[in-house]
């Protein structure tokens, strides 16, 4: 079953649509801020090295969105689909990161939002893998809905990493 991974989505204050070469520069100046990356199990994204590590995935993954603020046109940030799996009807979003003026507010909810609205065409569940350590991304979990599902490890660049596992389920 087909999946669009790299769609273009149009909210009320943010739009999505796929991520390009010429995007790096853009999410780097949101990627350099070291508080981005503060919980996550790889601060060093907030270094040129590590955003370049990090975005070379994304270039090359099917799935990887940018999200622009409607207002300004401005890069605020990425997310981006992956672990499509037809047969179980099921795919994961995450990789998600947003400039922190943007942090708190609504931007994360119409974000998830309308990709939940995109991949539940397809999928009947979708999955957030989050560090167990990152207490800001598990708050903004339980902020949209999401359920804690199980605890487990995931492989990150050759190390198992502790992550807990949320879902939200096809309404």
């Known amino acids: 079953m087909y999946f669009d991974l790299q769609p273009r989505l149009q909210g009320q204050t943010l739009s999505l649509r796929p991520m390009t070469a010429a995007d790096l520069e853009p999410l780097w100046q949101v990627s350099s801020d070291p508080l981005v990356w503060e919980q996550h199990p ?29 207002a300004t046109g401005q890069i605020i940030g990425s997310s981006r689909y992956y672990d499509w799996d037809p047969q179980r009807g099921e795919v994961a979003i995450g990789y998600t990161f947003l400039a922190r003026g943007y942090w708190g507010g609504a931007a994360n909810r119409e974000m998830k939002q309308l990709m939940l609205d995109h991949a539940f065409r397809w999928a009947n569940t979708v999955w957030f893998h989050v560090a167990a350590s990152n207490q800001r991304s598990r708050r903004a979990m339980e902020k949209i809905g999401a359920r804690l599902a199980h605890e487990g490890q995931r492989p990150l660049h050759g190390q198992m990493i502790d992550f807990v596992y949320y879902r939200i389920d096809r309404p």
């Open 42 to 70: 790889e601060p060093a994204r907030a270094t040129r090295e590590g955003f370049e590590q990090f975005f070379s995935g994304g270039l090359a993954s099917a799935g990887a969105l940018v999200v622009v603020d409607n």
